[in-house]
């Protein structure tokens, strides 16, 4: 019984003090999904800006910009290649696990309280610097691919991370340094520029792209309690 009243006691003084806003930088590397084989790693860097509902569940907006590339002009059956210099703005919330959990009572749920999933709506822009259009056919005759060099689409984005924190004199979170994998799913057929019948190139899903970056966030604003 005394067991349980000091367990109930620590519950109900266990208290967070947070900061409403969070800014961050990030960086890494995408990989595109789309009808060209062979994908490449290629770079991307995101900013972002998320109000903290609570020290665990965030809603912000989030711009990335990088490039987006796959195929090869030269060992690809087809000869296709793009590289997509995009850039997309995302609406997005996130929520860790500590939100979910009673983290006082166990270390390890403790630690891994900054594990986080999210989802939400973005646009993307695609932009190919480089693109192949042509190719010729065995008959000797010059196909043309189409699709668009320009294109925004609407795009759903999904990720899992993990946020590692770091407390001022105050015992308020200031820094959190992440790590991200998020897998985007783009509704429109130009990430990869090319738009070809499914007569002539099997097309049974949408254009998809991950990115998988790194990067510090800076928390300030006004002061919340939790």
Not at 144 to 160: C, H, N, Q, R
């Amino acid at each position: 019984m005394l067991i349980v009243v000091v367990l109930c006691c620590k519950v109900s003084f266990a208290q967070y003090n947070f900061y409403r806003l969070k800014a961050g930088l990030g960086g890494g590397a995408t990989m595109a999904f789309t009808d060209v084989a062979k994908s490449n790693i290629s770079p991307a860097f995101s900013g972002s800006l998320d109000f903290n509902i609570t020290p665990f569940v965030s809603a912000g907006i989030e711009i990335q910009k990088g490039t987006i590339s796959a195929g090869d002009s030269i060992q690809d059956p087809h000869k296709r290649f793009f590289k997509n210099s995009y850039t997309a703005i995302v609406a997005n919330g996130t929520i860790q696990l500590g939100q979910l959990m009673n983290i006082e009572l166990n270390s390890f749920l403790y630690k891994i309280r900054g594990i986080y999933f999210g989802t939400g709506v973005g646009l993307i822009m695609n932009k190919q610097s480089e693109i192949v259009r042509t190719k010729i056919n065995p008959d000797g005759k010059l196909y043309t691919f189409p699709g668009l060099d320009k294109e925004m689409e609407l795009m759903v984005p999904s990720k899992i991370g993990y946020n590692y924190e770091i407390k001022d004199r105050w015992n308020y979170v200031r820094y959190v340094f992440f790590i991200e994998h998020q897998f985007n799913v783009a509704f429109g057929e130009n990430l990869d520029g090319y738009h070809d019948p499914e007569s002539k190139f099997k097309n049974k899903s949408p254009d998809m792209y991950s990115l998988t970056s790194f990067g510090i966030k800076y928390t300030f604003g006004p002061e919340g309690i939790y």
